[in-house]
């Protein structure tokens, strides 16, 4: 059987800066935008950074990468935590981050990296393997296709003045980057009609 253009491996030490900077990237879809800006999603992945290397080390959790064999470069990468637990306390495996470059995306690297890390978890002897995806993020539906089974709804509520005030200003940067998106595209295709015309 022809091998695939990629390869999942675990990750090496050099890898680690492509590691943050996508996991840093990426951070704007996998956290939630509830109640935190992508701006305090970046800072908290860098903060939160050197703690992950050291769990690795540890053995405690695994960095699973994707690498593109044919331009030999890291494109993806999945951070498997070996020591979650279930509702009862028994050991699973869990997903606590998974991103792709987007010049990949729809090329099956999701898929490799999820089944690399189900095989992972398999070879432990550990059957089952969590994750979550925040409430804004389509991608929870590819998982429900994929053989993930949806076991519970996550809520929050505000219960002080600044709760309420921190969920207001994430609602307000929200609109304001959907509006920017917005504008962007329109600017886009205007232009895209100008060429057509000229
Ligand atoms: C998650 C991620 C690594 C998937 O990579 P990918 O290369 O696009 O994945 P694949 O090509 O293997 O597709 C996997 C599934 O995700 C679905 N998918 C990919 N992008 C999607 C999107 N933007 N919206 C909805 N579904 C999407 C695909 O349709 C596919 O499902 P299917 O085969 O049942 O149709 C990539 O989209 C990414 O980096 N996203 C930003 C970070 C993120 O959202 N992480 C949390 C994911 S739960």
């Known amino acids: ?3 695939p253009w990629y390869e999942i491996v675990d990750a090496a030490e050099q890898d680690w800066d492509f590691i943050l ?9 996998t ?32 960095f699973l990468l994707a690498r593109d064999r044919e331009l030999d470069k890291p494109i993806g990468y999945l951070l498997l935590n070996l ?10 495996t869990f997903v606590e981050d998974i991103g792709a470059l987007q010049e990949y995306w729809g090329r099956g690297i999701g898929h490799a990296l999820f089944d690399h890390a189900t095989e992972v978890t398999a070879s432990l002897g550990i059957d089952f393997m969590g994750g979550e995806v925040a409430g804004n993020n389509p991608r929870w539906q590819a998982a429900l296709r994929n053989r993930f ?9 505000a219960c002080t003045p600044r709760g309420r005030e921190i969920l207001e200003r994430c609602k307000q940067t929200v609109k304001a980057h959907e509006e920017l998106q ?3 595209k329109a600017r886009q295709e205007k232009r895209a009609r100008r060429r057509q015309q000229s």
């Not at 900077?21 to 879809?29: G, K, R, V, W, Y």
């Not at 089974?149 to 509520?157: F, G, N, S, W």
């Open 21 to 29: 900077e996508m996991a840093t990237t990426a951070s704007i879809f």
């Open 31 to 62: 956290f939630n935008a509830l109640r935190s800006t992508s701006a305090e999603r970046a800072e908290f992945m860098r903060r939160e950074f050197p703690s992950l290397r050291m769990w690795v080390r540890q053995g405690k959790y695994r």
């Open 149 to 157: 089974e949806l076991e519970a709804y996550r809520v929050v509520r």
């Open 83 to 92: 020591y979650g637990m279930d509702d009862l306390g028994r050991r699973q």
């Open 182 to 184: 917005e504008q962007l």
């Open 1 to 3: 059987m022809e091998k």
